[in-house]
């Protein structure tokens, strides 16, 4: 079956980091960029950026450029999204979806995570 | 990169037409054809409905139809049905500019 597996739901305390897990099965992990998408609680869609599967190399939005990683383990087929610095208004549910090969757009998403930052 | 303009809330009988608009700059929407429309209900993933600014996913209705003028894209609706009701997002690709990908700032369809 096709389809992105998210990690559970996290609790962080402000200015702490978070780690989002997404693991792919049913298709070629390597063949297809992996965008992390992320919507605040009753907001719209934000697009934070996309990895590589098969090279690593990476590309965020300005907006979070210094406070984002993504990193992928082609091993198990996962990507991972990690932002530190973690805000009240980084509570969110975070998505990943896959980049359509050879479209630009996102054909395959996650549940995706639900962040809470609180203290 | 500031979000695409979409009106937020469109409503329309069962069985009527509705049209969403999209409105970026040319930068984005009106540089790349490369605009994608998603559906999303309550609580679930969003789902792609139309990429490249008219084309359809296999499995995807075709009351879905989308068109794009200038720095506007639309996606309408046609047939109207319950299960439309929902949240609709347009996308566009930026390459070039700050960020690869923008998305609209999201338009509730309501089903009388």
């Known amino acids: 079956q096709v389809q992105l597996v998210h990690s559970g739901a996290e609790v962080k305390m402000p200015g702490a980091s978070v780690r989002v897990s997404c693991k792919a099965s049913g298709y070629t992990f390597k063949a297809h960029f992996l965008h992390w998408v992320r919507q605040a609680p009753g907001q719209g869609l934000e697009w934070m950026g996309w990895v590589n599967p098969n090279s690593g190399a990476t590309l965020f939005a300005q907006k979070f450029q210094g406070r984002v990683t993504m990193t992928r383990d082609t091993s198990i087929n996962t990507a991972y999204m990690e932002l530190s610095g973690l805000r009240s208004d980084d509570t969110a549910v975070y998505y990943c979806?896959?980049?359509?090969?050879?479209?630009?757009?996102?054909?395959?998403w996650g549940r995706g995570t639900l962040v809470s930052v609180s203290s | 990169q500031s979000a695409l303009t979409q009106p937020a809330s469109v409503s329309g009988s069962p069985g009527q037409s509705i049209t969403i608009s999209c409105t970026g700059t040319?930068?984005?929407?009106?540089?790349?054809?490369?605009v994608s429309w998603y559906q999303q209900h309550p609580r679930e993933a969003p789902k792609l409905m139309i990429f490249d600014v008219t084309e359809r996913p296999s499995g995807v209705s075709n009351r879905f139809s989308g068109s794009k003028s200038g720095n506007t894209a639309s996606l309408t609706i046609s047939g109207l049905q319950a299960e439309d009701e929902a949240d609709y997002y347009c996308c566009s690709f930026a390459g070039g500019s700050s960020d690869d990908y923008v998305f609209g700032t999201g338009t509730k369809v309501t089903v009388l």
């Open positions: 979806a896959r980049e359509s090969s050879g479209y630009r757009n996102f054909d395959l």
């Open positions: 040319t930068t984005d929407v009106g540089r790349h054809n490369s």
